[in-house]
């Protein structure tokens, strides 16, 4: 696979293995262990594996290898490990890095799952971490110390689409030797650049936009091949995080129409967002390809498109929102993203119901929020469902 095709051809192509049959589908090898030839090739094998050389599914599979490595060419990292979640791969990607003592600094919009490793997990460990806005440089600045062994942020904030500047705090980050991870899932793998900005490893929840029709849970981490081979994968093939050869099959499959899908799904929802701009029902839209987006000019040199999610404040708190999510008719009420099926999301009382109000309130997740993930249907359709269901 040459280097310089591009990106539907090595996602069409890229990673394949072809077994002795030369399948023209990739092969779902369905299988924990592998057979030695002798107990000398057992016993050289497991002193050290060659490439398509496997000994157990939980450190390697061959159709798990094929997703790892067509995910690393689309994010044009050197190696890439998948897990059997986005979370599997978020707490892999920082447990084997830190240990007790050591610093991390992280932006505060997180997932909630990212936030309980960080706040939760990483501190019952003895790991000290200190939480900034991520919108803030100054924040970053005085957070960061020469002992900060670590710096994690979401690159867009979930679910008002604030960006974080990945060049800017990865130059503060590599000034003092940091390590930066960052969790990836809105930019999505077909607009997002964080290598060439400045990342040293790069994290998907595989769930989202790279299944991308909702069937299963998947993650990946994507690194230096030193980072993955050295550090991450002797954590992982030994703590149980692996991606099982199915779900690696189904996600291989997504990469070959990833780059349409996710493309079509930012069209229209840059489409929606032009019409839903200054909409009278309305307190605010938030999209970050629209040009009334805070940081449109950081976006534009950081993505390669606005994304596939837009998030929308409509005026009467709550109820309005609910009526409105209520009259939906082609809109999903649900909590997932990136999927073909357009999913609408109330964060305040489902996916960040748990958070204190003051908390809400600083991210900005007001009663009146709904976030929208555009999926595959025509614009057309989405946008008269959204405005027959705002005019109630
Ligand atoms: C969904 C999501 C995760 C977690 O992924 P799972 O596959 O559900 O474990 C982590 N981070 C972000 C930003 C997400 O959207």
Request: net charge negative; hydrophobic share 40%.
């Amino acid at each position: 696979m040459k280097k310089s095709y591009k990106t539907r051809t090595q996602m069409v192509h890229g990673g394949t293995r072809r077994s002795q049959y030369s399948e023209v589908s990739e092969a779902l090898f369905l299988t924990q262990g592998f057979v030695y030839d002798s107990a000398e090739q057992a016993e050289q094998r497991f002193l050290q594996s060659g490439d398509d050389e496997f000994i157990y599914a939980r450190y390697g599979n061959p159709t798990v290898a094929m997703f790892e490595d067509r995910i690393a060419l689309l994010e044009g990292g050197e190696a890439a490990f998948a897990t059997a979640s986005g979370m599997a791969a978020v707490h892999g990607a920082l447990a084997s890095v830190v240990k007790a003592g050591d610093h991390i600094v992280s932006s505060r919009a997180l997932f909630g799952s990212c936030l309980y490793i960080l706040e939760e997990v990483m501190t019952k460990f003895g790991v000290e971490v200190t939480f900034v806005d991520g919108t803030d440089l100054e924040q970053w600045k005085s957070a960061i110390r020469s002992d900060t062994k670590v710096v994690f942020f979401e690159t867009i904030s979930n679910p008002t689409l604030e960006v974080i500047d990945i060049k800017a705090v990865s130059d503060l980050a590599h000034n003092v030797g940091a390590l930066v991870i960052v969790d990836n899932v809105f930019a999505t793998p077909i607009f997002s650049k964080a290598f060439e900005q400045g990342a040293d490893v790069v994290v998907y929840s595989a769930t989202k936009h790279i299944d991308g029709q909702g069937r299963l849970l998947g993650g990946v981490v994507i690194g230096s091949q030193t980072y993955i081979r050295k550090t991450l994968e002797p954590f992982l093939k030994h703590t149980g995080g692996a991606m099982s050869a199915f779900n690696a099959w189904v996600m291989l499959k997504g990469l070959e129409t990833i780059d349409l899908r996710v493309r079509a799904q930012s069209e229209s929802a840059q489409e929606i967002a032009e019409t839903l701009y200054q909409h009278p029902k309305l307190q605010r839209m938030i999209y970050p390809g629209h040009r009334s987006h805070p940081q449109y000019d950081l976006v534009s040199n950081q993505l390669g498109g606005g994304g596939t999610v837009l998030s929308i404040d409509i005026q009467g708190g709550q109820k309005a929102a609910f009526d409105f999510l209520n009259r939906l008719e082609i809109g999903l009420i649900s909590n997932n993203l990136g999927d073909a099926k357009s999913i609408f999301t109330h964060p305040a009382t489902t996916t960040h119901q748990r958070l204190a109000d003051h908390h809400k309130a600083a991210l900005g997740i007001t009663s009146g929020l709904v976030r929208i993930s555009v999926g595959l249907e025509d614009y057309r359709d989405l946008i008269s469902d959204i405005l027959s269901a705002l005019d109630g």
